[in-house]
């Protein structure tokens, strides 16, 4: 398939433990997006990525949270001492350079925090 | 108060209505205006973009953004069972991040 892949599709962790979340981008791609999305809510932004850099970081949360992308391809985003406010759809999306339309989300991750 | 205000519904109506979302923004620096569709448990879609004010029709579909006033909008004609999902508005300043509006929960009854 050709889309923007997530793993895995659900998690469930303990209070307390570091859960890594994974985007495989459509390829080619080269920004990408995480965003969170919690129940009943809009999609929350999170992280960008230019490449393997990223720009804006500003909707990270807290310290916890952290992401990276190496070879302009797979992202990984880390979320260290989960709580159970983490509990979230968490989504990736990518981007053809400053193509717009050329936008796709991955399924999420569904994060559940117990 | 956020950056896009969107009335989470839900909304429902008979299969064939004239369907009318909105939202509205304080941002005047936003240039794309876009609607997302979002299946449950699916991730959103891209349905339509606007870049600045006007109108653009896709089908059954017309999206509006009025700049002035910080509004835009979201028609769907001849509305069908198929089209039961959550509505996202969604906007953009430059290249960067999209902010999303909370999402309206659309069901068409047949």
């Known amino acids: 398939g050709a889309g923007v892949s997530q793993s895995p599709s659900n998690k469930v962790t303990e209070k307390g433990k570091d859960v890594e979340l994974r985007c495989d981008p459509i390829?080619?791609?080269?920004?990408l997006y995480w965003y969170r999305q919690s129940l009943g809510q809009g999609l929350e932004f999170l992280i960008y990525f230019q490449g393997n850099s990223a720009p804006d970081k500003s909707g990270l949360p807290s310290d916890r949270f952290s992401a990276e992308r190496t070879g302009g391809s797979v992202s990984t985003l880390t979320i260290q001492r989960t709580q159970q406010e983490d509990s979230a759809v968490y989504l990736c999306a990518s981007i053809l350079g400053g193509v717009f339309n050329e936008q796709y989300f991955g399924p999420g991750t569904r994060l559940t925090v117990t | 108060q956020k950056e896009v205000e969107q009335d989470p519904g839900p909304l429902s109506v008979p299969e064939g209505a004239i369907v009318s979302l909105n939202c509205t923004y304080s941002?005047?620096?936003?240039?794309?205006f876009m609607w997302y569709r979002q299946y449950s448990r699916k991730g959103p879609e891209l349905l339509m973009y606007t870049y600045s004010s006007g109108n653009k029709e896709d089908g059954r579909f017309t999206a509006q953004v009025d700049k002035s006033s910080k509004y835009i909008s979201l028609f769907i004609r001849d509305s069908q069972p198929s089209d039961s999902a959550t509505y996202l508005c969604a906007m953009m300043e430059g290249a960067q991040k999209l902010v999303f509006g909370q999402g309206t929960r659309l069901t068409i009854n047949p």
């Open positions: 390829s080619g791609h080269t920004a």
């Open positions: 941002n005047s620096a936003f240039q794309y």
